[in-house]
Structures are given as C-alpha cells and as structure tokens.
C-alpha cells in the first residue's frame, strides 16, 4: 500500500493526497476526510525512511539523564519529550549511570554512536569541563540541572538550572530565622560535587551568615532515595537529641525523613522541621505539608530544548540561564522564637 | 583520530587495540592500561554508525508509554532501558498521548518511522486487536501492563501484566471483611477501558459476592493525578457523610485521598480507611502508610524484555505473562468489626 493506492481508492490525485498528510489548508473538508478514512481503513503509514536515510539526517535529540528513576527528572523528561517531538525530532533516551565513569566521553560517544544533532544532560557531574572537553563534537550540548564548576570553555555549551547555593541558603536562613541552630543537612550523594555540593556551600554560608558554627557531624547522606533517606535518619535520630532541624535536598528523600521522624515517636513541625527541595507533587501531599524549594520545573525544560534548537538554527550563541527558585511554606516547619 | 593513529601512538598494533576495546582476555595488563589512557587522552570514540548504517540494522527498541510522568511507569523504564542496553540496543522512548487517536496506529507508525526492531508498550488502550491488527509490522509487540479486551490475534503479540481483576477484587475484599460497606472506587481515566475497567469489574465483583449492592454513585474518577484526586474527594466527602472507605486504583491518586481526608477534618485510618494500588514509595513512606496492592514492576519490566529478544531469536512463539500482586497492610484501614 503506497501513497498511489490511497490516491485511486480515494478517488483523488497523488498530490491532494500528499496535501491531506502535510495538513495543508487547500482541501476541500469532505476530500479531507474521505482521504483520511481510506488511509486508516489501510493502515497505510507514509515511510519516511528512505528519505531520512538518503538526507543522512536523523533528526535525532540524545537526553542523558542521571538516573530517570528520580521523579524530578521524569517531570522534565515528559516536557522535553513533547518539545523535541513538535519540533519533528526524536527523543533518544539514554541514563548516565552504568556506561563509561566519566560524563564527557559519555556525552561524545552518546552523540557519535547514535548520529545525534543535539543533546540534553539533565543532572551528572561535569567538575573538569574546558575548552577542550567538547571540541571533537559538533553539536549543541545542554547541560540542564547541573552546576558546573569550572569557568573555562562555557562559550562551548549551554547550561540551564538555578541558583542551588542562593536557593539552599534560603531554606537554611529561613530554619535560622525561626529559632533553629542545630539543622542537618541530607545531601544526595557523598561525592557529588555538583549539585549537592552547591546546596552544601548555601547551607554553611546561611550558618556563617548567622553566626552558627557548621559541624561536619550535622551532615547525612540520603542518595535521593526514600529509603535510604528513611534508615539514615532513624540511626541519626538515635544519637543526636540536639537536631531541631532537617533540611534535605530532595522531596523524595524529606518524605523519608518524615517518616523517619514520625517512626521514631516525634512530630514533624515540632519536635523535628523539615524543609525539602524540588517542589514536587509529594511535598504538597504529605502529612503534614512538607516546606519546600520549588524549581520551575517545565520552565526549566522548555528553556533547554529552546535554546538547542536556536542554537541549531544558529539562532544564538551559548547561554547560561539561572532560573528563580521559590520557598513554599507549609506545616512541616516549628517555629522556636 | 582513528584505530590506526591510536595504535601508533600507543606503540602497538591495531589488532592490539581492537582487542583492547573488545574488552579480550589476551592483553598484557600494563599494555591494556596504556591504550586506555591513550584513548582516554585522545578522545576517540570508535563510530559504529558506518557499519551500522551498511548492515541496515539500527538495533533501536521502542518504547511507548501511556504518560512517562506517572512514576510507576518511570520505574519500569528504568528497568527496561538497562536491559536494552545489556542487549546492545538502543532504548527510543516516546509518549503515547498526542500522535493520533488510536494506539494501534501509533505502534505501526512509531515501528515504521523509527526501523524499530521491536516495541514494548506501557499503558495504553487496547479494546479493539484483531488478527489483522499488527498485520503491517514484522517485529515483535509487546503490550506490557495493558488488560486488552477482544480475544482474538493473541498469537500476534505478546502481553506481561497482573490480573487486574482478582487484585481489585482482593483490595475490596479486605475492606468488607475490615466491616466496610460503603466503599467508595476512584479509578483513572472515565473513558480507560482497560486498566480501569478491569478494577472496577473486581471491585464490584467482590460487592456482590458479599451481598453488597452496588452504587454507581461510588464511582470516582482521580485522573491518575494527585491534585485531581485531592480535589474529586475534597468535594465526594462534603456530600457523601456515609462512605467509610475509599479504594484508589493507584498509590498516586491514593496520596491525594488521604491529604483531602486530612484537609476535611478525618483521620486516614479511622474516620475513612484508603487502599492504593501499584506499591510505590510514596504508599509506604505516608504518614500513615497506606495499605496497597503492589505489582512486581522489577519482574514486569525483566519479563518484557526477556520475551522481546527471545522473540526476536525465534527462541519463543507469543506469550501472555499474569505476574502476582501482593496486599500490603499498612496503618491506613480501620477494622469496624
């Protein structure tokens, strides 16, 4: 079955067939969906193919996410998706976790194994970037929710996230101002100096700040995950009688927290605050509501796969975009003044 | 920088770093070692596409989803996508919400554009498959948690999923047996004819087994969405003072139950007793925990896979896959009896 079949079952030329599939104004409504029906009757499917393969253009969108397990990332993912298929691209998906150890050479062989034209990271560990690190690739390279460390070569990719120690010195100022001085700090994983290590710089700054001397004990490690985040903070809780406070740096690992505090025979917005971070559905929820840093998220999403594409067309240069982050205040927080 | 210039520069030959890459036992370690860092310092990434490209083989699975944001699917992709890549393949992931109307169509569209050489599905409606369904594709289908209706062409794909029935029914089942009589159903979508429908039909199945009567005014519809079920139940609780059980056909819809039986003024566990459905994190970590009907998504998500590359090796013919689900008890329902 071929676009021809359609045409002579239809009763109409090859080329009003050809206008019906590329949505074109100038067909008659009836022609419209007479067409339409003899092509679903057929189950004919125009094969683009050859044609893609003959341009030797796959219109491919590599998105390497640091575990899509994370449910902030599959927010992000949904909207990506979406974007990238309006713009006629595909969405290939591949996670950062098990290939190579180090990001970069990921990213390179991610791009020259699939042919892509562009690529999204969303989270991953970039502390060694230069102007080196993407000069055999040729395409544009998105760094979404991930905090660089180095200051060289930034003319060679793009990055989109927010202000992760401005935002985590809000939530720690924020405990402080309420009568809080001994707050631990969950952090994701122990060496992850991007993103965690950001939100740990804000913590200690906000302490400092406030005249509150940091103590390396206060610090515990969630790995984004409930459970983990669950166990670590009922042995914490066992041997720190002193905390008032519990600032994580992720909702899926507060909620844990709450848990955990709640299993251990305390109030969450008592005897224990918690604020979390992200913004996610679970924060809203909870019981009790869990305070939180929300990320704009589809923002964050739309704007990465805008700038790839203006970057394609050659529409503009690298960009570095910081997007605003907002405290949410719920009930998770006692206030001790 | 090619195989050639990496072997002049390590000062072996190519067949030395063919088997280096090639991960073969037959290299001394401190040579191995050498072209490693070689290759790491050059950046070189040996590019398959030519190869790939002259064998026409693109080795790409697909994978759609009904709404990759639903966390449980998020699970199951993770999963899926590891196993693709074990396998040498390449995961293409795309959403199944806003091609065409019919899924059926969407399968073979996606199979044809794409070269696909085989796809799993992930939610989605499959009322009307026949032997003629798949007729126009040549490559494996599997429809993984998806209930289909009609029982013909079942040689023609293959399905993995629970008895949606029976675990309806069993979650029902608990609650009468806890004294619950009026127990309200919140299921997803009003018009899912699958997933949905199955539950309902065990949820009232287990009623009249029970010699309850069924009311369809104890029908809900949470959208698989939390705000929704928040909002649905804020407003179902105002008017219905009579209900003193709600099952929720999934553990994110069950979230927005509790917090809106929170927000009216009742204790979850008392006041009003909640059953989720899937096993999620969220269902264990609530406060309190939810009584759930967890699916094996692990053993789901192996168990697709395994089949496709079995298929695909004329290692199997079609099958269909019922996993087992399993009642979790938590503090979320209050014995009456």
Redesign the interface.
């Known amino acids: 079955m071929n676009i021809r079949d359609i045409a002579r079952i239809s009763g109409v030329g090859v080329s009003t067939v050809s206008r019906v599939l590329n949505n074109h104004p100038d067909v008659k409504e009836s022609t419209r969906e007479n067409v339409l029906r003899v092509i679903?009757e057929s189950?004919y499917?125009p094969?683009?193919?050859a044609r893609i393969?003959k341009q030797n253009n796959t219109k491919n969108i590599g998105v390497l996410v640091k575990?899509?397990?994370n449910?902030f990332f599959?927010?992000l993912?949904?909207v990506i998706?979406?974007k990238i298929?309006e713009n006629k691209y595909?969405?290939?998906?591949?996670?950062n976790d098990?290939?190579l150890e180090?990001e970069v050479?990921n990213i390179?062989?991610f791009v020259?194994?699939?042919?892509l034209q562009g690529i999204i990271c969303l989270g991953g560990n970039f502390i060694d970037l230069d102007e080196d690190s993407f000069?055999?690739i040729d395409v544009p390279v998105i760094l979404t929710s991930v905090n660089t460390v180095s200051p060289s070569g930034r003319d060679k990719y793009s990055t989109v996230g927010i202000n992760n120690l401005q935002s985590a010195y809000d939530a720690t100022d924020y405990l402080i101002k309420k009568g809080h001085k001994n707050i631990a700090l969950m952090i994701g994983e122990e060496n992850d100096f991007c993103v965690s290590w950001w939100r740990y710089k804000g913590y200690i700054k906000a302490l400092k700040d406030n005249n509150i001397e940091p103590n390396d004990e206060n610090l515990i490690i969630g790995d984004y995950d409930?459970?983990i985040a669950?166990k670590v903070t009922l042995d914490f809780l066992k041997k720190r009688k002193d905390i008032t406070a519990i600032f994580a740096i992720s909702d899926?690992m507060a909620?844990?927290v709450?848990?955990a505090v709640?299993d251990s025979g305390l109030i969450?917005g008592k005897d224990i605050s918690i604020v979390g971070f992200d913004g996610m559905?679970?924060s809203?929820?909870?019981?009790?509501g869990i305070t939180t840093i929300k990320q704009p998220m589809e923002e964050m999403a739309i704007k990465s796969v805008e700038i790839l594409f203006d970057l394609l067309k050659n529409k503009c240069e690298n960009q570095h975009v910081l997007l605003d982050t907002e405290l949410i205040e719920r009930e998770s927080c006692a206030d001790l003044n």
Request: charge should be positive.
């Open positions: 679903k189950n499917v094969n683009n193919s393969l575990g899509v397990f449910p599959s927010e993912i949904n998706g979406n298929n595909t969405m290939i998906l591949q996670q098990y290939v180090h050479e390179i062989s020259k194994e699939k042919r000069k055999n409930s459970n669950y899926i909620m844990g709450a848990k709640i969450v559905n679970i809203r929820y909870y019981n009790p």
